[in-house]
């Protein structure tokens, strides 16, 4: 198994462009996160969802966009990219929320000039 | 929000000592974990606990849920280059099971 899978691993963008951080699990989970990592911080959520269809705010959701058209897919839409959005992003998933312990992807580095 | 404080921020120390970090929260969690982060990787899920009080060991890791459900330790005893690493404490709840709040770090260097 794949475990869960994040493209593309590393992304320089212009401010005001846009783009779309892919985040897609093999282990039929039903919750999907996406945090930040930002140096010598904790990991902040972002957004998160419970299954296909449902997403809900984390604790950074602003500047962020999600969808869950599948239970597989959670990717993360950043629609005008600035400096601030500059960090490591992981996506993660877990079985039944977070009492099953969650399974993390390899991450995503984005820098915005 | 609930803000978790991790301690130490670092830690160098010899290959066979025993290591202790700790977590503390302004409010009470249901549940504590806490996590590895290898450099690149994402973070990796070391040990959870459910239960205030519970103290659980995985290996050469202990970990224990505080009695008050505002703190928690992980302890490595006899470290070995390998353990080289990020740790995170992390917990969730009581409100909100989906929100899971991690604290900043211990950084861990073991010198063989």
């Known amino acids: 198994n794949a475990g869960v899978t994040q493209t593309p691993k590393f992304r320089i963008l212009k401010i005001g462009q846009s783009m779309t951080l892919q985040c897609t699990q093999d282990m039929n989970h039903n919750y999907m996160y996406w945090y930040r990592q930002d140096p010598g911080m904790g990991l902040k959520l972002i957004y998160y969802?419970?299954?296909?269809?449902?997403?809900d705010k984390g604790e950074v959701p602003n500047g962020y966009n999600v969808s869950r058209s599948t239970t597989e897919d959670f990717p993360l839409r950043l629609e005008l990219a600035a400096p601030s959005q500059t960090s490591v992003y992981f996506c993660?998933?877990?079985?039944?929320?977070?009492?099953?312990?969650?399974?993390f992807g390899s991450g995503t580095r984005l820098t915005v000039v | 929000g609930q803000q978790l404080n991790q301690s130490p921020q670092s830690m160098f120390i010899q290959e066979g000592e025993d290591v202790s970090m700790n977590c503390t929260s302004s409010?009470?969690?249901?549940?504590w974990l806490w996590y590895k982060q290898d450099p690149g990787e994402g973070p990796v899920l070391l040990i959870a606990l459910y239960k205030a009080g519970e103290l659980t060991s995985n290996g050469r890791l202990t970990a224990q849920f505080g009695i008050t459900r505002k703190d928690s330790f992980l302890n490595i005893s006899a470290s070995i280059p390998s353990d080289v690493g990020i740790y995170f404490c992390?917990?969730?709840?009581?409100?909100?099971?989906?929100?899971?709040?991690f604290g900043a770090g211990t950084r861990l260097t073991v010198k063989p």
């Open positions: 992390a917990g969730q709840g009581p409100y909100n099971n989906n929100d899971m709040r």
């Open positions: 409010s009470i969690f249901n549940t």
């Open positions: 993660a998933s877990s079985q039944q929320g977070i009492n099953y312990g969650y399974t």
């Open positions: 969802s419970v299954g296909a269809g449902i997403t």
